[in-house]
């Protein structure tokens, strides 16, 4: 009898694997964070650690302590966070991390530049709240009041109501034992429409531009074509089938024109509206400042790059003296407190001592990567200009560091100059190249692209094909799949769709 053997073998294998010490995870979370979670993060800490305190500027100097048994942090920052990049790093660990550790600083301070004081913002309703005074108006019974309530409830980002009326109705009756017909919430739903914004609460595009135009005044050019369009032929409107819409209502190309212009001129997502006002309010603290100062009226090129870290809001830190005397006559004493204590005590040393020297590597990688996207984009920042391609490995290479974490730098953090604010992913692009050899950004590209789209002939818009010709003309040597996407990028839709009615 044969039996058939499997010849089960077993391997060992010994890896070597660096474990990131506390410090180096610090730093990593401290290097991806903007300047306003850096602020929070010091607030928190702050009230963490009691050894931690806000230091005046005369006290920043101050030698921090150091525990026993223990190297200077000096000496430990050049064996731990500036080997960072010889680590393996799980950077995806750290892509949902809202931490931020550190403090920051200001190499020079622009003329310009102005220190603002913390001003609280003015209460602004909310649309919701809004459209709940409005209803209060209505003077409903209780019965459409709960309608009301369950429609405003329902209301999407846009302002759009979604559900359906039988699910409206069927929760009312689960909830509060009342039975609602399907029509009633109809019915209420059309009312809520007619508040500020008009349009909210539509359950569809087609039924939110009718109700304005509807809404709309007589005076409005085209009106009347507009409704019947949008009402009777929505379909046609949609794909641009302007040779149908002319021959069905008999009107002349310029009264379509007209009717279309209407049309667009009503408001799409009418519960956008507070939601634009709210994200208006979440101003952008740039983390970096980068002026050119000219010295030579005669030569502009002449001069010199002002960088600077932000750091209007962020507080120096220190060790508490006090603890730092407790500690002292802790050393000094025979009798010494139990164990329990001193690891206390020293730990939380420890930990403001990573913290503050965290803070400062973090502030020296920032300014590192900051001036050398000053060096390989030297025009743009002197004459607001001419982006040179530029990838992260460029950065990575001149400044002996991982690409991951020029990546963690450059991600959310912004830069003012004197030709606006600007995020410094906008920096990073890649190079294409001309017929001539030489090599231009994409974005010089996309900005042509847009050139054209906006200076075609919108009775006839070019087909991406057609584009992508255009830019080999011009010698860009771009393929249509390039064309399509970068389109895309531009927010700019398909020819079809971008005809008009001239």
Known sequence: MLRNQQNISQKQQQSLQQKLSPQQLQFIKLLQLPTIALEQRIKEELELNPIL???????????????????????????????????????DEFDSNTEYDGESYFTQTHPDAEEWQNIPDPYHATLLEELESQVALLDLNDEEQLIADQILGSLDEDGYFRRDLEAVADNIAFNHSVYIEVEDVDRVRKQIQLLDPIGIASVS???????????????????????????????????????????????????????????????????????????????????????????????????EFIINLNQRNTPSLRI????????????????????????????????????????????????NVMKTMVALQEDFFKYGDNLKPMILKDIAERIGMDISTISRVVNGKYVQTNFGVYELKYFFNEALETESGEEVSNREVKNTLKEIIDNEDKRSPLSDQHLADRLNEQGYKVARRTVSKYREQLNEPVARLRKQII
Request: hydrophobic share 30%; net charge negative; aromatic share 8%.
């Open 205 to 303: 595009l087609q039924d939110c531009l009718l109700v304005q135009l509807e809404q709309a005044s007589n005076e409005l050019d085209g009106r009347e074509l507009a409704i019947d369009i949008v009402r009777d032929a929505w379909t046609a409107f949609e794909k641009k089938h302007f040779n149908k819409l002319l021959q069905k209502y008999g009107v002349s190309e310029m009264e379509l024109k007209d009717a279309f212009d209407a049309i667009k001129g009503m408001d799409p997502r009418p519960g956008a509206v507070a939601t634009e006002m709210e994200e208006s309010q979440n101003y952008i603290e740039p983390d970096f400042e980068v002026y050119w100062r000219n010295t030579d009226k005669k030569n502009l090129d002449k001069g």
């Open 320 to 367: 508490s003296p006090d603890y730092e005397q407790m500690w002292n006559e802790i050393k000094q004493k025979k009798e010494k407190p139990d164990q329990q204590t001193q690891n206390f005590i020293k730990g939380k040393i420890d930990s403001a001592n990573w913290f503050i020297e965290s803070i400062k590597q973090r502030q020296n990688t920032l300014m």
């Open 53 to 91: 305190e806000e230091a005046n500027q005369v006290e920043v100097g101050q030698e921090r302590l150091e525990t026993d048994d223990e190297k200077p942090v000096s000496e430990e920052k050049e064996e731990g966070l500036e080997t960072l990049e010889e680590y393996e790093v799980d950077w």
